[in-house]
């Protein structure tokens, strides 16, 4: 089977930096994406790694690490639009992707 | 360019009663996907087609559930008959390189 275990929420201020971490055991392991979504909002992309290190996108960071079966995602900077679910999703094979269950992020002034 | 598109937006039905869903991907992507999403959880797999082969059905719910992609392009789920535990939002996504998804809305079912 495989299985994506993340925090269910997490809360910070506006300006603060946040790490949302995600840990996975799944077969097959392609690589590791992130998305976002809001409230009543479709899911969107944010980054994904397929190699162990860093990826930076503006604000946005995200981590993966083989070895441990562990990723995250860093953001800096929080503005209260971040206030969202944030997914990890892992690729298994090619194409088939799995969700966790999501982190609630709550930014607050 | 424009999005994936779904529709409709919302629906209402009473159970056992059938109901569809439509979705238009974005132009070009050969990868399209359905994936339901309960509250509070992240997205799950129910069927990937590459073109208009259906390639990875194994969560579909068979016995209720179908889906069709004529022509490679356009989608349909079904479910015949609705049952209350299918209440949930029905997502369709596609791709292109297999990595970057690209949500639709989304379908809210309600199912009373």
């Known amino acids: 089977g495989q299985s994506l275990e993340q925090p269910s929420e997490v809360t910070a201020v506006e300006g603060a930096i946040v790490q949302i971490n995600c840990t996975y055991q799944?077969?097959?392991?392609?690589?590791l994406s992130w998305y976002q979504q809001h409230d009543g909002g479709a899911p969107t992309f944010l980054s994904y790694?397929?190699?162990?290190g860093l990826e930076e996108t503006g604000r946005f960071s995200s981590f993966l690490s083989r070895s441990d079966s562990y990723g995250y995602l860093l953001l800096q900077e929080l503005q209260m639009k971040d206030s969202a679910s944030y997914f990890c999703?892992?690729?298994?094979?090619?194409?088939?992707?799995?969700f966790g269950k999501g982190t609630m992020l709550l930014v607050s002034p | 360019e424009a999005g994936v598109v779904q529709s409709p937006r919302y629906k209402i039905i009473e159970k056992k009663q059938p109901v569809a869903f439509w979705c238009n991907p974005i132009?070009?992507?050969?990868?399209l996907y359905w994936y339901r999403q309960n509250l509070g959880q992240g997205p799950e797999l129910l069927i990937r087609?590459?073109?208009?082969?259906?390639?990875?059905d194994s969560q579909l719910p068979k016995d209720r559930f179908s889906a069709e992609r004529l022509k490679g392009v356009d989608s349909t789920l079904k479910i015949q008959p609705a049952e209350l535990g299918d209440s949930a939002v029905y997502l369709c996504?596609?791709?292109?390189?297999?990595?970057?998804?690209?949500f639709g809305s989304g379908t809210r079912l309600t199912v009373v």
């Open positions: 087609y590459e073109n208009e082969e259906a390639v990875d």
């Open positions: 996504a596609s791709s292109r390189d297999n990595y970057g998804y690209t």
């Open positions: 799944t077969s097959g392991f392609y690589g």
């Open positions: 132009s070009g992507h050969n990868t």
């Open positions: 999703a892992a690729h298994q094979g090619y194409s088939t992707l799995t």
């Open positions: 790694n397929a190699l162990d």
